[in-house]
């Protein structure tokens, strides 16, 4: 049986129903699960198992790494894959997510996002895959890399890349494009900031997107009015759902549309950081409204939608990380609804979450003043 979640703060406002409640923060929860410590890297972005077990690891500074599990954490084997793109390290930018190809088993191709340096002090994001070879000695090489997507057009800062990736069960490739701290592209069908992009396993663009027969940029656009969009998963029905950051609160995650716009930065239920207020969503219903709004804010990074067994009470839930939370959040999606049900509190902020081959829940911490970030695994309570 599920063990009553609600807590207090969530079900006093439950009569309101599930979106007021879902905006609510509910008790602290007894985590059910103990956390083993299975490594430790140089700030740690994103992770993906390959089909034997092993793990790769990014680190922002251009680092990708090789774990292999080898049972008790202090044994696990970290190794370097070689021939990572060059990476625009600083701020938010550096090395990003890696993802596998759907057909990995048979192509071995990885993606991989980053910030790319352009001119002057421009940035943006791009995708890359190429081929990883794993060697003999715990490490491996990439060759081949194509670059298959960029951010359009370069801009200056160091903030907001998103470039979280994800396959769909037709093998297309999604891509979140952050707004870069720029507020209005994210309404520009002619930036690919504030966005989310799909495209073919090659970065070209498939023929039935939204605005297809538009010009230029647009083509690749699913969705618009995102802001910093760093967590994006499928669920079983293969619909998409994405988390963003809120300005100063009003984080948000939401159920992606086809063409739908997400109103910012015309919207938001947060507010610009100099205290300007930008109106609530409800002001607007011609944009597509979140399915959970946080005030305070999370910050979520990292998702995943959970199908395994060792956590079989959590069969289709999201987990979404928590960096200013410091917490691992447990999402249950009810038909095209969504709402906050538990809130594990971490000790440090969390960066990435994952599902391991074995059903187990991994976590990436955020760094933490220069001592780096542990890879943590979830184990059930038994
Ligand atoms: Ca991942
Ligand atoms: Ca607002």
Same mark, same amino acid.
């Given at each position: 049986m599920r063990p009553s979640i609600l807590g207090a703060a969530c079900a006093s406002v439950l009569l309101l129903g599930a979106t007021a409640c879902a905006s609510s923060q509910p008790a602290p929860a007894a985590a059910p699960f103990d956390i083993v410590e299975a490594g430790k890297f140089d700030e740690p972005w994103a992770m993906t198992f390959l089909p034997d077990g092993r793990l790769l690891v990014t680190e922002k500074a251009g680092v990708l790494k090789l774990v292999e599990m080898s049972g008790p954490s202090s044994a696990n084997k970290v190794g370097r894959v070689s021939g990572v793109p060059e990476v625009a390290y600083g701020g938010q930018g550096g090395l990003g997510d890696v993802v596998l190809h759907p057909q990995f088993a048979s192509n071995g191709l990885v993606y991989l996002s980053y910030a790319e340096a352009g001119d002057g002090d421009l940035s943006g994001a791009a /995708?890359?895959?190429?081929?990883?070879?794993?060697?003999?000695?715990?490490?491996?090489?990439?060759?081949?890399?194509q670059v298959v997507w960029r951010q359009a057009p370069k801009v200056s800062g160091r903030g907001h890349y998103g470039h979280r990736i994800a396959f769909d069960q037709d093998g297309m490739l999604w891509i979140s494009s952050g707004d870069r701290q720029k507020f209005d592209p994210?309404?520009?069908?002619?930036?690919?900031?504030?966005?989310i992009v799909r495209l073919k396993d090659d970065g070209s663009v498939p023929d039935d997107n939204p605005f297809a027969s538009q010009e230029g940029v647009a083509r690749e656009v699913w969705s618009l009015g995102h802001r910093n969009p760093l967590g994006i998963a499928f669920d079983p029905q293969g619909r998409l759902w994405a988390h963003e950051m809120g300005p100063r609160d009003g984080d948000e995650l939401?159920?992606? /549309?086809?063409?739908?716009n997400y109103g910012y930065p015309v919207v938001s239920n947060g507010d610009h950081y100099d205290g300007r207020k930008i109106p609530d969503h409800d002001t607007r219903p011609e944009f597509e409204a979140p399915k959970i709004t946080w005030t305070?804010?999370?910050?979520?990074?990292?998702?995943?939608?959970?199908?395994?067994?060792?956590?079989?009470?959590?069969?289709? +839930?999201a987990f979404i990380g928590g960096l200013s939370s410091r917490a691992l959040v447990r999402v249950e999606i009810d038909g095209d609804q969504a709402r906050e049900v538990e809130r594990y509190a971490m000790d440090n902020r969390i960066r990435e979450v994952e599902q391991g081959p074995d059903g187990h829940l991994w976590l990436l911490e955020d760094e933490r003043d220069g001592s780096g970030g542990r890879l943590l695994r979830? +184990?059930?309570?038994s």
């Open positions: /995708v890359a895959r190429a081929r990883l070879t794993l060697d003999d000695h715990g490490g491996g090489s990439l060759g081949g890399l994210a309404q520009d069908m002619q930036s690919s900031m504030g966005k939401n159920l992606i /549309v086809r063409g739908a305070p804010a999370i910050s979520p990074a990292g998702m995943v939608l959970y199908s395994g067994q060792a956590f079989a009470d959590w069969n289709g +839930d979830l +184990d059930p309570k």
